[in-house]
């Protein structure tokens, strides 16, 4: 089954510090990873994804498979990447259905 | 202005009532998604449609139908059957001929439905 794990409702830090937003996932075949962002009063919208080795807005995340674990990460947090943050994944072919974990609010504070 | 328009925006609903919510795209998306969105819980899939005049049920579909007659449009149906239907709904759509594949979803601002 496929399954997705956030397991932090809430991750607060201060402005400039790092940041990891923590996500697992359980899947059988090779998933295709995601993030998605939610800023305030915006829609929902993709981050980044594993296949595409980028940073976006100074994140990072990259794919473990041998922990099956897809984490975000940022050196030094800015007030404006405070939202809520969803970890997804999808099969890799096609059209899939995307899964989403339960999501992680940031809260940067100055 | 391309994109996902979801309408109404707010609405209120007696128990007992259906209400339909609606989502239109100009994208020229073949797939299409509903989503439910509530706190703690994420965003949990409730129907989707891979092309016109086909749909297929994700994880909560009771108490929900959909329609697919056109390629830009996708209503929610929220029947009185669906226990608590109070939530913020997401529609969604892609297409496999974007530039960043068949996954990467582009969504609506929504629709917030509360039951009165």
């Known amino acids: 089954a496929q399954r997705v794990t956030q397991p932090e409702k809430l991750l607060s830090v201060f402005k400039g510090a790092p940041v990891e937003l923590k996500c697992n996932y359980s899947?059988?075949?090779?998933?295709?990873l995601f993030w998605y962002v939610q800023y305030s009063r915006q829609r929902l919208q993709l981050l980044l994804r594993?296949?595409s080795r980028e940073s976006i807005k100074g994140f990072t995340a990259d794919l473990n498979k041998g922990e099956t674990s897809f984490h975000l990460k940022k050196p030094f947090a800015q007030e404006e990447d405070s939202a809520m943050y969803y970890c997804?994944?999808?099969?890799?072919?096609?059209?899939?259905?995307?899964?989403f974990g339960t999501g992680t609010r940031l809260l940067v504070s100055p | 202005d391309g994109g996902i328009t979801q309408s109404p925006k707010y609405l209120f609903r007696k128990e007992g009532q259906n209400v339909t919510l609606s989502c239109e795209q100009n994208l020229n998306h073949d797939a299409m998604y509903w989503y439910r969105q509530d706190p703690g819980q994420g965003l949990r899939l409730i129907y989707y449609s891979h092309i016109v005049n086909d749909f297929q049920k994700g994880d909560i579909a009771e108490g929900y139908s959909v329609s697919r007659e056109k390629k830009e449009s996708f209503p929610l149906t929220v029947t009185s059957a669906q226990k608590n239907p109070t939530a913020f709904y997401l529609c969604?759509?892609?297409?496999?001929?974007?530039?960043?594949?068949?996954?990467?979803?582009?969504f609506g601002a929504g629709s917030r439905l509360t039951v009165l």
């Open positions: 997804a994944l999808s099969g890799n072919t096609g059209f899939q259905k995307l899964v």
């Open positions: 594993h296949i």
């Open positions: 899947y059988s075949g090779s998933p295709e």
């Open positions: 969604a759509s892609t297409t496999p001929r974007g530039p960043l594949g068949a996954n990467v979803l582009t």
